[in-house]
């Protein structure tokens, strides 16, 4: 492994240590701070100048250290989304990342499954390789097994090429750059490039900010300087309004919000291949999910056969020998499978078969397999053929749906009742019901169609797969977050309304369509029909795909998982497309937006949680930053309207920049998910971070702190203090009141002081640090210098404490009344 390195191709590295920091540097803010710094050295204010620079260098580490915490997130997903390998290793089967291959690895092969390095195939079932990406043209390739075609190229399969069709297991050859993918220098799409569309109404919004706060500050340099006749201190008057009103955190904060929310999925074992989808995720209103293997363990067991002859429940009855009758049903239940099953129900089969047939001769190791007919679209069965060594003529074995067994075996019709009744009763017991059939043929060549063979019906089996058992409380958790799920299946009616009911998902038939009556409804007929319909049985994949576009034209934001190859249009169509990790097909994981590593519905419902969880959490910065910025552009405003000195400098902006960055990108995000946040129906897909509602409550939160702010400055004045005193007095209060803003803002549901600090530690630390640099600034006299502060008397504490605890009640006063009025004007408009 050392010698062939990792089996991966060149990627693009991350930004380099230096790339973000010249990035964080040439950022507006520290170019309007640099020239600040600037004027105060035209002015001879060198002391400030130098402190000014420092505390910029301060804060530049604090936004460095966040990018580049967000950078790590989304590189550590990269582990996540590499593909997949199944390999035999000591004669076990194990699932790899497809970067630890190395070359003499063995790897089983099966339809939709992007191989993972250049592999000399051993052994190949009508296998075919779709090669474009390498070659250009669109049809599958015929691949054979080394046996068949010596060391032709038929008997390789090449590294990021696509099988199509059949099963196969090789060796492999080549990896990383030596594969073929590598040698012509293919490369892969990086994941995280793309702009979300929060990001462009962010991108639009500090735009339009920018331009007019740019104006705005423009205006007041100018007053100044017609006022006062100082064109500097004008100048500086007009950078720190710049300051006070670029909202240059935005982009900072979305990128991390996006990024951690994509590393937090991660850790719960949900990938997310597309950073848009985790916006959508608290929209979403459908869930559009699979029987096997997302409601159900996936863990199969035979649970009953059955033959017109006999049965067996092997459930009742596990010690119990099978009946002589039953030998033949479960000996072509074999043959029908893959002696290296990975599929979950041939596994079954295979392992019933060594167990209930052990020590008879109805175990074949030494037949030889001739060829087999994969299961199709038209044909929902499969057959494989075999020579014996004791016959002279080809023996072959079949199973499949029941129905399209009794179609192969040409039975009577009241034949063909009988076996369909005994299908119902056992699918009515959740069972997943197999036909088996048997024929033989004298001798090559081989048929092209599996009905020339002259089929004998050989019985049933049931396969019992187990529903999880966190599935019923993970559906009724749906439901009462305004969520509607939806069952899509292949398997029989009588099995899929039997789980579903188990699940929680339909209640009775009436809420049941077949895949034949889908394609008898036109599409109007189907809208009628999709309002009270929750489970869809015996669906074919492209049928999936015009579920999801009907349900899609009605409104809903579709959440649809998926596994196989032909899923993949459905799962591009879904606004949110949920691949299976552990048995999903690469073309599937690479079609989705989202990946679950652990196929677990419970999963499903956590990634929505997420999703509502970030936008929310969003809403609440978003608040914070247009309620922070009232107070702080108003006391760089007004002082210079009324003749007052200057309250605010480029130094306060830049420390109360240092509390603000850190609440939004890390109080905020960390904040847990609100109580009531699942009980509640989702958000519309529409709803802006940017809306009314978000710009009324940080308006009327800024506003209302302003005018305290200037109320108790007018008092400090009015009370003899000097200006430096009731500068300082004013700048505690504005402090202590945003920490009391992130305090109130933290939660939207219930009064603050019910969450407390526990379930939010970062903001104990936020308010730690931002007391103990205040206590810095006030008791170290060159600090409290450049602030142009004096030390207030102990009883000025007192005041600013007051305050701090009145915009408390103020912003919680907000907080409730806004929610109230807009009930009370729904109230009005219903009625």
Same mark, same amino acid.
């Given at each position: 492994?050392?010698? *062939?390195?990792?089996?991966?191709?060149?990627? *693009?590295?991350?930004l380099s240590a230096a790339r973000l920091l010249l990035d964080v540097v040439s950022e507006p803010m520290f170019l309007l701070l640099v020239a600040c710094g600037i004027i105060y050295l035209l002015l001879g204010d060198r002391n400030e100048a130098l402190m000014l620079l420092g505390f910029v260098c301060l804060v530049m580490g604090t936004t460095f250290f966040q990018r580049r915490r967000t950078q790590r997130s989304l590189h550590a997903l990269g582990d996540l989304s590499c593909p997949r390998a199944l390999v035999i290793r000591d004669g076990k089967q194990e699932r790899i990342a497809g970067r630890d291959l190395v070359p003499g690895d063995l790897v089983l092969l099966a339809e939709g499954d992007r191989v993972p390095a250049d592999i000399e195939l051993l052994n190949a079932s009508n296998l075919t390789a779709d090669e474009s990406m390498l070659t250009g043209e669109s049809v599958p390739v015929a691949k054979h097994g080394r046996g068949d075609t010596g060391d032709s190229p038929a008997c390789l399969v090449y590294s990021g090429t696509l099988i199509t069709q059949g099963t196969a297991s090789g060796l492999v050859v080549a990896t990383g750059p030596d594969s073929a993918l590598g040698r012509i220098g293919a490369s892969l799409a990086s994941m995280g490039s793309e702009l979300t569309p929060i990001q462009l109404e962010t991108r639009r919004v500090v735009s339009h900010v920018a331009i007019g706060g740019l104006c705005l500050a423009a205006g007041l340099a100018l007053a100044y300087w017609w006022l006062r006749g100082d064109a500097l201190q004008g100048l500086l008057a007009g950078l720190t309004l710049a300051m006070a009103i670029l909202p240059e955190e935005l982009p900072v904060i979305l990128t991390?919000?996006?990024?951690?929310?994509?590393?937090?999925?991660?850790?719960?074992?949900?990938?997310?291949? *597309?950073?848009?989808?985790?916006?959508?995720?608290?929209a979403t209103t459908l869930l559009c999910v699979d029987k096997t293997g997302t409601l159900t363990a996936n863990r199969m067991d035979v649970a009953r056969l059955w033959s017109e002859q006999s049965a067996h429940d092997c459930q009742r009855s596990p010690a119990a020998a099978l009946p002589e009758e039953l030998h033949g049903l479960l000996e072509y239940g074999v043959l029908a499978s893959h002696r290296r099953a990975f599929d979950p129900m041939e596994s079954a089969i295979v392992e019933t078969g060594a167990r209930l047939l052990a020590h008879t001769e109805h175990l074949h190791a030494d037949w030889q397999l001739i060829d087999d007919y994969p299961l199709s679209r038209q044909m929902l069965a499969m057959s494989r053929?075999?020579?014996?060594?004791?016959?002279? &003529?080809?023996?072959v074995a079949a199973k499949?749906?029941?129905?399209?067994i009794i179609d192969l075996c040409h039975l009577p019709p009241a034949r063909a009742a009988s076996i369909a009744a005994q299908v119902l009763a056992m699918a009515n017991d959740g069972l997943r019901v197999i036909g088996v059939a048997s024929a033989t043929f004298a001798a090559s060549p081989l048929p092209d169609s599996q009905h020339v063979f002259d089929f004998q019906f050989l019985g049933l089996l049931g396969l019992h797969d187990p529903l999880r058992p966190e599935v019923p409380d993970a559906v009724a958790q749906c439901h009462a977050a305004g969520i509607r799920v939806v069952m899509i299946t292949g398997?029989?009616? &009588? @099995?899929?309304?039997?789980?579903?009911q188990q699940a929680g998902v339909a209640g009775n038939a009436s809420g049941l369509m077949s895949g034949v009556e889908l394609t008898a409804l036109d599409d109007a007929a189907l809208q009628a029909r999709l309002v009270d319909t929750d489970v869809f049985c015996r669906i074919a994949p492209e049928q999936k795909l015009r579920l999801v576009q009907a349900f899609r034209s009605r409104g809903e934001i579709v959440a649809m998982t998926g596994d196989g190859v032909n899923d993949a249009p459905a799962l591009k169509a879904a606004n949110i497309g949920v691949a299976m990790g552990a048995r999903g097909t690469d073309v599937a994981r690479e079609a989705a937006a989202l990946v679950l590593l652990n196929d677990d519905f419970s999963s499903l419902l956590l990634a929505v949680q997420h999703g509502r969880r970030l936008f929310a959490n969003l809403r609440k910065a978003i608040v914070f930053i247009v309620a922070v910025h009232v107070p702080i552009v108003g006391l760089s405003i007004v002082p210079v309207l009324l003749g007052w000195p200057l309250l605010l400098m480029p130094v306060h902006i830049l420390f109360l920049q240092m509390v603000i960055d850190p609440a939004c990108s890390i109080v905020f995000e960390a904040e847990p998910i609100e109580a009531d946040a699942m009980v509640s129906k989702p958000r519309r897909p529409d709803m802006h971070l940017f809306d009314r509602e978000i710009l009324v409550r940080g308006l009327l939160q800024g506003a209302g702190l302003l005018a305290m702010l200037l109320a108790f400055h007018v008092c400090v004045r009015s009370m003899d203090y000097s200006d430096a005193v009731a500068r300082t007095t004013t700048f505690l209060s504005l402090v202590a009141s945003n920490l009391g803003l992130i305090y109130v803002n933290r939660q939207w549901t219930e009064p603050s002081w019910k969450r407390g600090l526990k379930s939010n530690r970062a903001f104990a630390w936020i308010g730690l640090a931002a007391s103990l640099l205040l206590l810095l600034v006030l008791g170290v006299a060159i600090i409290r210098e450049l602030f142009a502060f004096a030390l207030p008397d102990?009883?000025?504490?007192?005041?600013?404490?007051?305050?701090?605890?009145? *915009?408390?009640?103020?912003?919680?006063?907000?907080?409730?009344?806004?929610? @109230?009025?807009?009930?009370?004007?729904g109230a009005r408009l219903r009625t």
């Open positions: 492994m050392l010698k *062939s390195g990792p089996n991966a191709l060149p990627a *693009s590295r991350p991390l919000f996006l990024g951690l929310g994509a590393w937090r999925l991660g850790r719960e074992s949900i990938l997310a291949r *597309s950073i848009p989808a985790i916006e959508l995720l608290g053929v075999w020579r014996s060594p004791d016959h002279g &003529a080809l023996l499949g749906a029941p129905e399209a398997d029989h009616p &009588a @099995t899929a309304l039997a789980i579903a102990m009883l000025l504490l007192l005041p600013c404490a007051l305050v701090a605890a009145l *915009s408390i009640v103020w912003f919680e006063c907000v907080k409730w009344v806004l929610p @109230t009025w807009r009930w009370l004007r």
